[in-house]
C-alpha cells in the first residue's frame, strides 16, 4: 500500500467520523432548541400584538392573526419540517461549510457564524496557543532535564509539582489568580476586555497586560504534566541499548541527549505537540469564562446558553475536524520520525 | 486463583507498594477523604443537602471564618444567637406592654452585620395590632431610637441593617449629635450604602458616618411592644440573632450558608463520582479493547471505528449539550454514566494492544485447541492478565472524573439535590468572589477538588509502579 492510497483511506475515514458526529450533534441539538425556539416564536408573536396594539393597528381576528404569525415564524425557523428532516438539514448545511447566520447578534452585531468564529479564533490563539507554546517550550526542557538526573531533588521537585499541578482545576487557579493578582494585589486587570480607547502601543501593552493573568495560569497548570510525560519517555528511551552504545562511543553527553535519545522520543512528543495545539484551537469553556476572555470557549458556551443551533453546529464541526487532523498529522509524522512504521516507498529505502 | 495464592500476591503487593512513599501518602489521604465524607452527617448536621436548597436567615451573609482575626489582629464580632429560653430572661411583662431588655457586651472592633429578633409573632381581633419599637442604649448614656411604631402582622423576623427607615433614623441621630451637614448626593449615599450597626456601635466624632471607631462597651438592646385590646404577641418561640461579621471555620456564602458544611459533604459527591465512574469506564474500556483484539478481523475494524468515533466528539461541549438536554440540571448517576460513556475511550486502544499481544501466547492458543469457548477465554485467560494495568488506570482515572464532575457543577449544570464543590464555586463564580475578594468561598472547594484528585494521582502513580514493572522508571 503506498503512501498516497493509504492517506486517501486515513482521509476518507476521517470524512466519515467527522459526518457521523455531526449527524449526532445535530441530532441532539436540534432536540434541544425546539422547545426553546417555540417559547421563543410565543414570545416574538406576543410583542409583536403589543406593538401593534400600541400603534392602533389591533388586529381584527386575533386568534386568526396570531396563528398566522406563528406559522410564518415556524417556517422561518424549519420547524414545521419534521424532526429527521431538521436533523440531516442541519448536518448536511454543516458538513457543506454552509454554517448559515445565528438569530441574536453575537460579539456586537455580528450574526454569520463565520465571522463569529473568525472573530474569536484569533483571540483564542492569541491565549491559548501562545501558552500552549510556552507550556510545550517549558515542559521539554524540564522533562530532559530531570531525566538527565533522575533521583535527583530537582527530579523529585518537579515529579511532585506535576503531580500536584495536573489535580488542579485550571479554572479554579484562574479565579484564585484573579484573587489575589487582580483584587489584592492589583498588579493586573479583571477583566479581558481590551480598553477600546486605547491604540498603537498603548493598545499592544494594555492587551498583554491583560493577557498575563489567564497566560500565567494556564502555563502553571499544564506544563508540569508535560514536563512529567517528557520525563518518563526520556527515561524509557535512555535506558536502551543504542543510547549505551552512543556513551561507550563516546559521544558527547549533550550529544546523547539531544541528537540520540530525544530523537528516538520524538513520535509520542510530537504527537502531544499536535494535539495540544490543534486542541487549543478550540480554547477553554470555562476558564474563558472566568477570564471573561471572548474566545471559542465562550462563543461556544454563549451559543449552548441561547440555543443557537447554528453556531453549535459550527463550532462542533471545527472542534471535530481539528481533531482528525491531528490524528493524520501525527499518522504521517509518525513515518517520518520512526522508520519502523513506515508505509509506501520510503518504507523499502 | 486459590485462596492461599490471593493471599500471598497481596501480601507481596503490599510488601513492594509499602516501600512507595507517595502511595502511602495517597492512601492515608484517602482514609482521611473517607472519614470525612463518611462521617458528614456527624461532623456537621444531617440535614445539610435538604437545608442548602434555601438561604439560611438566621445565618450571616459572606462572611470571613472566625480564625482570621488571629491574622488580621481586627477582633470582629462573631455570630452570637440567643435562644428562646435564654432570651426569656430579659423580659418583663406587663399588662399591656413587654419589654425585651437584652444587655449586649461589644468589645469587638467591628460590631455585627445586623440585630435580627426572629420569630415573633402578633395576633390581633381587631384592626388594632401590636407595636413595637427599638432602642438602643449605649455606653456613653446616648440612647437611638431605630424602630417606632412597627407594627406586627403575624409571625415575623426584624432585622434593621438595611432598612431604609432605620437608616434615616440614624442618620438624623448622627446629625443632631454631632451637627455636621451632609449634601443631598452624600446623604442618598448614606441611604443606600451605609453599614448601619458600624454608625451605631461607633464613638460621636464628627466623621463617624465614613470612618466609625468602635465604642466599647456594655450596650442594652430594647424592644417595647406596646399591647392593644385584643392584641396578644407571642414571643415564646423569638430568639435574637446579633449577625456576626465571621462566621465558623470557613466562613459564609452570599446565601449565609456554612460553607465548612458544604465542603464536608461536597466530599461524598466528589468521592462517589470519582471512583465509579473510573471503575465503570475502564472496566468498559478493558472489555471493549480485549473483545475486540480477541474476534479481529472486521469487528476489529469496526470497533475501532466506533472508538474513533467517540474519540473525536468533544468531551465537554457534548456534556453541556446533554446538560441542557436534560433539562439544565444533571442528575447524578446521569453525571456518572455520561462521564463513564467518554470515559472508556482511551484505555481501549491500550487495552486492545495489550490484548493482542496476549492472544499470541501460547496458552491462549491451548485454550482455543482445548475448545474453550469465547466467554471463557476473554474473561478467563485475557481480562486477569490486563487487571494490573486496569487498577492503576482506575485509580488514575478518579481525577479526571471528579474534575469532569466539578466542572459541569461549576457551569451550572450539576445536580441540584446534592451539595457539590463544583456547585459551591458556581455560586461564587455568579457571586463574583474572585473579584470581590471573598477568599474564603473561592479558597476551600477547589482546594479540596485538587486534594482529592491528588489523593489519586499518588495512589496511582504507586500502583503504576508496583503493577508495571515493565513500566519502572527508577
Given at each position: 500500500m503506498g503512501l498516497g492510497k493509504y492517506l486517501i483511506i486515513r482521509l476518507i475515514n476521517a470524512l466519515i467520523v467527522l459526518s457521523i458526529v455531526t449527524l449526532v450533534v445535530s441530532a441532539l441539538f436540534v432536540k434541544v432548541a425546539e422547545k426553546d425556539l417555540q417559547s421563543r416564536i410565543q414570545e416574538l408573536v406576543n410583542a409583536e400584538y403589543q406593538s401593534l396594539t400600541q400603534r392602533g393597528r389591533a388586529p381584527e381576528n386575533v386568534t386568526a392573526w396570531q396563528e398566522e404569525r406563528i406559522a410564518y415564524y415556524r417556517h422561518l425557523y424549519k420547524l414545521d419540517k419534521p424532526y429527521w428532516w431538521r436533523v440531516l438539514y442541519y448536518a448536511k448545511r454543516t458538513i457543506t461549510l454552509d454554517f448559515g447566520n445565528t438569530r441574536v447578534p453575537i460579539f456586537g452585531t455580528e450574526r454569520n457564524v463565520k465571522n463569529i468564529i473568525a472573530l474569536a479564533l484569533p483571540r483564542t490563539i492569541l491565549l491559548f496557543t501562545s501558552a500552549q507554546i510556552i507550556v510545550i517550550i517549558l515542559g521539554l526542557l524540564l522533562g530532559v532535564k530531570a531525566a538527565q538526573m533522575v533521583g535527583s531533588v530537582f527530579d523529585r521537585a518537579l515529579s511532585i509539582l506535576a503531580l500536584v499541578t495536573t489535580s488542579i482545576p485550571m479554572w479554579w487557579f484562574g479565579m484564585m489568580a484573579l484573587l489575589i493578582f487582580?483584587?489584592?494585589?492589583?498588579?493586573?486587570?479583571?477583566?479581558?476586555?481590551?480598553?477600546?480607547?486605547l491604540t498603537g502601543f498603548a493598545h499592544v501593552v494594555d492587551v498583554v497586560r491583560r493577557l498575563v493573568l489567564p497566560i500565567f495560569t494556564i502555563v502553571f497548570v499544564l506544563f508540569g504534566g508535560w514536563a512529567w510525560v517528557t520525563r518518563n519517555i526520556m527515561i524509557t528511551t535512555m535506558q536502551e541499548d543504542f543510547i549505551m552504545a552512543a556513551r561507550a562511543k563516546g559521544v558527547p553527553e549533550r550529544k546523547v541527549i539531544y541528537g540520540h535519545a530525544l530523537r528516538a522520543a520524538a513520535p509520542p512528543i510530537v504527537t502531544m505537540t499536535i494535539f495540544s495545539l490543534l486542541g487549543s484551537l478550540g480554547g477553554a469553556i470555562i476558564t474563558e469564562s472566568v477570564f471573561n476572555w471572548p474566545g471559542m470557549g465562550r462563543v461556544y458556551w454563549i451559543a449552548i446558553q441561547t440555543n443557537e443551533v447554528n453556531l453549535v453546529m459550527g463550532l462542533t464541526f471545527i472542534s471535530v475536524a481539528l481533531y482528525l487532523t491531528g490524528v493524520i498529522i501525527a499518522d504521517i509524522s509518525y513515518g517520518f520520525l520512526d522508520p519502523r512504521v513506515r508505509v509506501g516507498a520510503s518504507a523499502r529505502m | 486463583m486459590r485462596w492461599v495464592d490471593l493471599k500471598d500476591s497481596l501480601s507481596n503487593f503490599w510488601f513492594e507498594f509499602r516501600r512507595q512513599k507517595t502511595g502511602i501518602l495517597g492512601i492515608v489521604l484517602l482514609i482521611f477523604w473517607i472519614i470525612i465524607a463518611l462521617g458528614a452527617p456527624y461532623i456537621t448536621q444531617p440535614d445539610i443537602p435538604d437545608k442548602?436548597?434555601?438561604?439560611?436567615?438566621d445565618y450571616p451573609k459572606t462572611v470571613p471564618p472566625t480564625w482570621t482575626g488571629v491574622f488580621s489582629g481586627v477582633k470582629e464580632a462573631p455570630h452570637l444567637i440567643i435562644p428562646p429560653d435564654e432570651l426569656q430572661k430579659y423580659v418583663t411583662q406587663s399588662e399591656n406592654k413587654i419589654i425585651i431588655d437584652i444587655p449586649y457586651n461589644m468589645e469587638y472592633d467591628v460590631p455585627p452585620q445586623d440585630i435580627v429578633l426572629m420569630n415573633i409573632s402578633g395576633k390581633s381581633k381587631g384592626r388594632l395590632r401590636p407595636v413595637l419599637s427599638l432602642k438602643i442604649k449605649r455606653p456613653d448614656g446616648e440612647e437611638i431610637?431605630?424602630?417606632?411604631?412597627f407594627k406586627i402582622k403575624g409571625s415575623t423576623n426584624i432585622q434593621i441593617a438595611r432598612d431604609s427607615n432605620v437608616r434615616r433614623r440614624v442618620l438624623n441621630w448622627v446629625k443632631m449629635k454631632t451637627g455636621i451637614q451632609i449634601d443631598p448626593n452624600k446623604e442618598f449615599e448614606y441611604m443606600t450604602t451605609m453599614d448601619t450597626l458600624r454608625v451605631i456601635f461607633a464613638k460621636v466624632t464628627p466623621d463617624m458616618l465614613d470612618k466609625p471607631q468602635p465604642l466599647k462597651g456594655e450596650y442594652h438592646i430594647i424592644y417595647e411592644i406596646k399591647l392593644f385590646k385584643d392584641t396578644s404577641v407571642d414571643i415564646s418561640h423569638a430568639e435574637l440573632v446579633l449577625t456576626g461579621r465571621t462566621y465558623g471555620y470557613l466562613g459564609t456564602d452570599d446565601k449565609g450558608r456554612d460553607l465548612f458544611a458544604g465542603i464536608i459533604w461536597g466530599s461524598r459527591v466528589s468521592l462517589a463520582v470519582g471512583i465509579t465512574t473510573a471503575v465503570l469506564s475502564v472496566l468498559i474500556g478493558i472489555f471493549y479493547g480485549v473483545t475486540a483484539a480477541y474476534f479481529g478481523g472486521w469487528t476489529d475494524e469496526l470497533m475501532m471505528r466506533f472508538q474513533e468515533f467517540m474519540a473525536s466528539i468533544p468531551t465537554l461541549p457534548i456534556l453541556i449539550l446533554l446538560g441542557t438536554y436534560f433539562g439544565g440540571h444533571i442528575q447524578l448517576w446521569q453525571i456518572v454514566l455520561l462521564l463513564a460513556v467518554f470515559g472508556w475511550v482511551g484505555i481501549a486502544r491500550v487495552a486492545r494492544s495489550m490484548a493482542y499481544q496476549i492472544k499470541e501466547q501460547t496458552y491462549v492458543e491451548a485454550a482455543i485447541a482445548l475448545g474453550a469457548g469465547t466467554g471463557r477465554i476473554i474473561f478467563k485467560h485475557m481480562v486477569p492478565q490486563l487487571l494490573p494495568y486496569a487498577f492503576a488506570q482506575m485509580a488514575l482515572n478518579v481525577p479526571g472524573a471528579v474534575l469532569a464532575e466539578a466542572s459541569l457543577s461549576f457551569l451550572g449544570l450539576g445536580d441540584p439535590t446534592q451539595v457539590t464543590w463544583g456547585q459551591i464555586l458556581h455560586d461564587a463564580q455568579v457571586a463574583g468572589a474572585a473579584v470581590n475578594g471573598y477568599w474564603w468561598w473561592v479558597i476551600p472547594p477547589g482546594l479540596a477538588i485538587a486534594l482529592v484528585a491528588l489523593t489519586f494521582v499518588l495512589i496511582g502513580t504507586a500502583l503504576d509502579r508496583v503493577l508495571n514493572p515493565r513500566l519502572r522508571r527508577l
Open positions: 487582580a483584587f489584592k494585589l492589583g498588579w493586573f486587570p479583571a477583566n479581558s476586555m481590551p480598553d477600546p480607547n | 442548602w436548597k434555601t438561604v439560611w436567615i431610637t431605630l424602630l417606632q411604631g
